[in-house]
């Protein structure tokens, strides 16, 4: 089993940037891809970004694209998000996914994903 935790969520202004961490625990994950996802209430979990668990491919939702970047370090079992110049409009709760296939984030396939994080919280004021 794996256990995701995230962090570095918090209440920002619009045009400020975060930095959210995904620590996972219970497996050796170097094998895996990470996705970042987010969702509002009552919306349904929007895609983010994910990083390829060989090579480090990175994927990214159009809406982030030039302002978030993904990484990994397998050496901590640690994912991040670097997330530059929020906007108001991405107040919403931050989720780490884990999975062992790439491609479930290429295909878009949420529901397919192994392993969930119970999400942290960005709150970007205008």
């Known amino acids: 089993q794996v256990q995701l935790v995230e962090s570095g969520g918090g209440a920002v202004q619009a045009g400020e940037s975060l930095r959210l961490s995904c620590a996972a625990s219970?497996?050796?994950?170097?094998?895996?891809?990470w996705g970042w996802f987010r969702q509002t209430p009552g919306k349904e979990r929007e895609f983010v970004a994910a990083i390829s668990d060989r090579d480090s491919l990175t994927r990214y939702a159009d809406s982030v694209k030039g302002r978030f970047a993904v990484s990994r370090d397998n050496t901590k079992n640690t994912a991040y998000l670097q997330m530059n110049n929020l906007e108001s409009g991405e107040t919403a709760k931050y989720y780490c996914?884990?999975?062992?296939?790439?491609?479930?984030?290429?295909?878009?396939?949420?529901?397919?994903?192994?392993?969930w994080g119970q999400g942290t919280q960005v709150t970007v004021a205008s």
């Open positions: 996914s884990g999975d062992l296939s790439y491609i479930t984030y290429v295909r878009g396939d949420t529901d397919r994903v192994q392993y």
């Open positions: 219970g497996r050796p994950l170097n094998a895996y891809s």
